[in-house]
């Protein structure tokens, strides 16, 4: 949580990142603030961080969960992804490549959508085939629409895979023989029900090739 849900491995690897976390206001991640196996990224400037004279990293933008939907996600993430590959919790992205020219502007927006405001209403409404894996469907009309007025903010800049529309979801297993990954679907889908989900809030990442670093987090009333 269409896209890559694991990225190249870092070394040495401690644990893995998780893409929720708690503890900090809307918009800044304090430096004090620590997370495993990545580093806080600068979270209050404009522009562009670096990680050498011409690299710069993208933003991912992605809902956070509940802390019981969290622990649930990611416990069927760690049963199901092979281990080797598995080096983030469980996500849902909303954009997989923002330029880090708006990191700025995104906030602003993340501001926007979240302080004082209800939580979005979401749940889990079935399952889906990746072809070489399995993800939980997210149903949430009102993430939606959020989605689509950040898109719509962002016009021009998003890359196709962003602009070609969005399949909410979190990926619990992927990189698997398509085999494997319609045996657990079927298995999956045979005793499933849906249930509602907690969304607490909106995140923003670097990607710099590895596990994600934190930008800010952006939390619901």
């Not at 870092?10 to 708690?22: D, M, T």
């Not at 809030?201 to 090739?209: F, H, K, S, T, V």
């Amino acid at each position: 949580m269409i896209y890559a849900s694991c990225f190249a491995k870092v070394a040495p690897p401690r644990r893995r990142p998780g893409p929720n976390w708690r503890g900090c206001s809307n918009g800044v991640l304090p430096s004090s603030l620590t997370f495993p196996n990545w580093t806080p990224a600068f979270a209050g400037g404009g522009g562009a961080m670096t990680t050498g004279p011409t690299e710069v990293a993208p933003i991912i933008v992605t809902a956070l969960f509940g802390r019981k939907d969290t622990a649930f996600f990611d416990s069927m993430r760690r049963e199901h992804f092979p281990p080797e590959r598995n080096q983030l919790d469980a996500h849902l992205t909303l954009f997989h490549h923002l330029p880090p020219s708006g990191l700025d502007e995104l906030k602003h927006r993340l501001n926007q959508e979240t302080r004082g405001i209800r939580a979005p209403q979401a749940r889990v409404g079935g399952l889906m085939s990746l072809g070489r894996g399995v993800a939980y469907r997210i149903e949430s009309p009102d993430l939606v629409g959020i989605r689509a007025r950040l898109a719509d903010a962002f016009t021009g800049m998003l890359t196709p895979q962003d602009a070609g529309g969005w399949r909410p979801h979190v990926t619990i297993q992927n990189k698997v023989s398509p085999q494997v990954a319609k045996l657990l679907l079927g298995n999956l889908q045979r005793d499933f029900t849906p249930k509602d989900v907690e969304i607490a809030g909106l995140g923003a990442w670097w990607y710099r090739g590895g596990p994600w670093e934190a930008i800010s987090r952006h939390m619901f009333a």
